[in-house]
């Protein structure tokens, strides 16, 4: 009995075993298998990276193309808006010619039969004079609407200085003649402590001639003028220590409007300056930055030619200016005015204009 016992335990005992090892098979199998998906989930998801790497490159690829693309685009859109404007001018230019010497040459044909195509020349130590209409107003009169940088000849096309180059801002209303000088940015001033000693002259792109001309032929002209302080004035009790040269050669004290003769500035005019009765902000000296904005618009002292200032002994005092271009706008009525502003292009035509025209506008 105990014997039978004793191999029926160990029957049980094999089949338990027996059960083991195939339980241990199973999950050796099952193992691999995850090892292998494993691996395989391993390289795919390695190919998924290089894949995602490959893409990120594709997007800076395209993302660096498009830029290009849109440099491109807006390199070619300046490009034609400035075509554009040439052809404008062109048009309109050349059609107010074409009437001109349409008339001319009827008149000619009537009084002394064909005319002569020699081309119409002006004496110029560069050969053959450019026509430009007088100012910007007149070039709008013409059909121009895009603002831009043009040629002029305020004095008379063929006669006089030769045309300059000046910015037109058609948005304006009426239309302004801008004329550029090499000190437009705000400036710092030298520290100096007599009146004046500090000297700015002003070189602009136009001869003075062709400015007064334009300020004769112009509705009206300014130009702005700002003066940041810190506890600098421009004038302390009757000693003046700023001011600016018109085209005459004369000093002038007042920062605003037309008041020549008198030292003021624009709060002093509204009565609204800090510190009462200074007529200017920067007269009080103020521990402080203040500034004093103001449009000079006396065109008979425009434009302005020089600056001066002074009074910087200490080294907290500083102070800065910035003078805006000569800005005339519009046209002068017809009695202070007599030439059209179409008029100077009449019988100026020429074989070669068209050509002197392109370079001007470029």
Same mark, same amino acid.
């Given at each position: 009995?105990y014997?039978?016992?004793i191999?029926?335990?160990?029957?049980?005992?094999g089949?338990?075993w027996n059960k083991?090892?195939d339980?241990?098979?199973g999950l050796?199998?099952?193992? =691999?298998?995850?090892a292998?998906?494993?691996?395989?989930l391993?390289?795919?998801?390695?190919?998924?990276w290089h894949e995602?790497e490959n893409l990120?490159?594709?997007?800076e690829?395209l993302?660096s193309?498009?830029?290009?693309?849109?440099?491109d685009?807006?390199?070619?859109?300046?490009?034609?808006n400035?075509?554009?404007g040439?052809l404008?001018y062109l =048009?309109a230019v050349?059609?107010?010619? *074409?009437g001109?010497?349409t008339?001319?040459?009827?008149s000619?044909?009537r009084?002394?039969?064909?005319?002569?195509?020699? /081309?119409?020349?002006?004496?110029s130590?560069h050969?053959?004079r450019?026509?430009?209409?007088?100012t910007c107003?007149?070039?709008?009169?013409?059909?121009v609407?895009r603002?831009g940088?043009?040629? @002029?000849?305020p004095?008379?096309?063929?006669?006089?200085?030769?045309p300059t180059? @000046?910015?037109?801002?058609?948005?304006? &209303? !009426?239309?302004?003649?801008?004329?550029?000088?090499?000190?437009?940015?705000?400036?710092?001033?030298d520290? #100096?402590?007599? !009146?004046g000693?500090y000297? *700015?002259?002003?070189?602009? %792109?136009?001869s003075?001639?062709?400015m @007064?001309?334009?300020?004769?032929?112009s509705? +009206? #002209?300014?130009?702005q003028?700002?003066?940041d302080?810190?506890?600098?004035?421009?004038?302390t009790g009757?000693?003046?220590?700023?001011w600016?040269?018109d085209r005459?050669?004369d !000093?002038?004290?007042y920062?605003?409007?037309?008041?020549?003769?008198?030292h003021?500035?624009? #709060?002093?005019?509204?009565?609204d300056c800090? %510190?009462?009765?200074?007529?200017c902000n #920067?007269?009080?000296?103020? /521990?402080?930055?203040e500034?004093?904005v103001g449009?000079?618009m006396? %065109?008979?002292?425009?434009?302005?030619?020089e600056?001066?200032f002074g009074?910087l002994?200490?080294d907290?005092q500083?102070?800065?200016? &910035?003078l805006g271009?000569?800005?005339?706008r519009?046209?002068?009525?017809?009695?202070a005015? /007599?030439v059209?502003?179409?008029?100077?292009l009449h019988?100026?035509? +020429?074989?070669s204009?068209p050509?002197?025209?392109?370079d001007?506008?470029?």
């Amino acid at each position: 009995m105990y014997i039978l016992a004793i191999k029926s335990g160990q029957r049980e005992k094999g089949r338990q075993w027996n059960k083991l090892e195939d339980l241990v098979s199973g999950l050796l199998r099952k193992t =691999e298998e995850h090892a292998k998906l494993i691996a395989q989930l391993k390289n795919d998801c390695e190919h998924l990276w290089h894949e995602k790497e490959n893409l990120k490159l594709d997007n800076e690829n395209l993302k660096s193309s498009l830029l290009e693309n849109i440099r491109d685009r807006d390199e070619i859109k300046l490009e034609l808006n400035s075509t554009e404007g040439r052809l404008q001018y062109l =048009e309109a230019v050349n059609q107010q010619i *074409r009437g001109s010497t349409t008339h001319k040459a009827s008149s000619s044909i009537r009084a002394k039969g064909p005319p002569s195509l020699t /081309p119409k020349r002006a004496c110029s130590t560069h050969g053959i004079r450019m026509v430009a209409p007088r100012t910007c107003q007149a070039l709008a009169d013409l059909g121009v609407t895009r603002s831009g940088t043009y040629h @002029v000849d305020p004095d008379g096309s063929l006669i006089g200085d030769a045309p300059t180059l @000046v910015f037109c801002d058609m948005e304006t &209303t !009426p239309v302004s003649t801008i004329v550029l000088h090499d000190s437009m940015g705000n400036t710092e001033i030298d520290p #100096c402590g007599d !009146p004046g000693c500090y000297r *700015r002259n002003i070189s602009y %792109g136009s001869s003075m001639k062709q400015m @007064v001309a334009l300020i004769e032929q112009s509705e +009206s #002209c300014e130009q702005q003028i700002r003066y940041d302080c810190f506890m600098a004035a421009l004038t302390t009790g009757l000693r003046q220590y700023g001011w600016w040269v018109d085209r005459h050669g004369d !000093p002038q004290y007042y920062w605003d409007g037309s008041n020549a003769g008198e030292h003021v500035c624009r #709060c002093g005019i509204s009565n609204d300056c800090i %510190g009462p009765p200074h007529p200017c902000n #920067c007269d009080a000296k103020a /521990p402080q930055w203040e500034s004093d904005v103001g449009a000079i618009m006396n %065109g008979t002292a425009l434009p302005i030619t020089e600056l001066h200032f002074g009074g910087l002994k200490f080294d907290d005092q500083r102070a800065n200016y &910035t003078l805006g271009a000569l800005t005339c706008r519009g046209k002068a009525p017809s009695s202070a005015n /007599p030439v059209e502003p179409d008029s100077s292009l009449h019988g100026a035509g +020429s074989t070669s204009f068209p050509q002197k025209i392109i370079d001007s506008a470029s």
